[in-house]
């Protein structure tokens, strides 16, 4: 979809770097708009972010949780994705290899989220517990 939802139809490459950066602005919203559970992660990073912020969490502990938070990001895109070409390959007909791409994309998700709850863990808890 172009910047304004209407199709754009291009399947040629990219002419500008500005075009393909467009396209890969498109692809963020369509994740945003289309994607329950990208939403979701994006509203745990956030309140991730305002705990860092309000307990003053030292620069490394920003980096790690930066990263825990972009990891988890970037693993629902990727499910995302093969989600997208297994159903643009198979449709709706039921394929082992289809639910085998699909659950294991899942799992790469459960992966990051497993690392950001550890990181959030180390950081926040200790940081939290000084506190109260
Ligand atoms: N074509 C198919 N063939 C076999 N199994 C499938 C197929 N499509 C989906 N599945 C199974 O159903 C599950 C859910 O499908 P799908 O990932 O499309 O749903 P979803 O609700 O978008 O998932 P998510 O919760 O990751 O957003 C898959 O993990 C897979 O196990």
Same mark, same amino acid.
């Given at each position: 979809?172009?910047?304004?939802?209407?199709? +754009?139809?291009?399947?040629?490459?990219?002419?500008?770097?500005?075009?393909? #950066? @467009?396209?890969?602005w498109d692809g963020l919203r369509?994740?945003?708009?289309?994607?329950?559970?990208?939403?979701?992660?994006?509203?745990?990073?956030?309140?991730?972010?305002?705990?860092g912020v309000a307990l003053q969490v030292s620069? +490394?502990?920003?980096?790690?949780?930066?990263? *825990?938070?972009?990891?988890?990001?970037?693993?629902?895109?990727?499910?995302?994705?093969?989600? *997208?070409?297994?159903?643009?390959?198979? @449709? +709706? +007909?039921?394929?082992? #290899?289809?639910?085998?791409?699909?659950?294991? *994309?899942?799992?790469?998700?459960?992966?990051?989220?497993?690392?950001?709850?550890?990181?959030?863990?180390?950081?926040?808890?200790?940081?939290?517990?000084?506190?109260?």
């Amino acid at each position: 979809m172009g910047s304004n939802d209407k199709p +754009t139809r291009q399947t040629g490459k990219n002419h500008a770097f500005l075009q393909s #950066l @467009g396209h890969a602005w498109d692809g963020l919203r369509s994740l945003f708009h289309y994607e329950r559970n990208f939403r979701k992660h994006l509203v745990l990073g956030a309140v991730t972010l305002i705990l860092g912020v309000a307990l003053q969490v030292s620069l +490394t502990d920003w980096l790690w949780l930066v990263m *825990a938070i972009f990891l988890v990001l970037f693993s629902e895109t990727l499910n995302t994705i093969v989600e *997208a070409v297994v159903d643009l390959v198979v @449709g +709706t +007909t039921y394929h082992d #290899l289809a639910k085998r791409a699909k659950d294991i *994309a899942a799992g790469g998700v459960l992966l990051a989220a497993f690392f950001a709850v550890i990181v959030g863990a180390i950081i926040l808890l200790p940081a939290l517990l000084k506190r109260f």
